[in-house]
């Protein structure tokens, strides 16, 4: 099976769980029988244009960013896209407000804890004020 194909399955099942919705229900909603979604997932099915377009319209999201390839894998920038894809309007205007304020602050993770620029840093004798 084609690569994209492939991972358009795991991004069909994330976006489906961060739905709510089960395998049935999206079957269901697209017109598609629920072990054949579940095939589509597991990356046993390849799907049609007509499949894609169907699944894509429930899911919210155009039909590319099922089978978009950036690189070998999944990554966080696919991640939040599928999330910000399935969003309304008012929830994007949200989305971009935390996105600018978390990146004007400076605030950076380093070596998975996470700091601001008043933070003193792991290896600082330095107290944070409170």
Known sequence: MAEGFAQAGERIKKLRRMRHLTQEKLGELAGLHPSYIGQLERGQRTPSVNTLDAIAAVLGVEPALLVKSIGDGDSPIED???????????????????????????????????????????????????
């Open 80 to 130: 939040l896209l599928a999330l910000v894809a399935g969003a309304s309007p008012q929830q994007v205007q949200l989305i971009t407000r935390i996105a600018e304020t978390v990146l004007s602050s400076g605030y950076r993770v380093e070596t998975g804890r996470a700091r601001t620029p008043e933070s003193p840093g792991p290896n600082s004798t330095e107290k944070p004020s409170r």
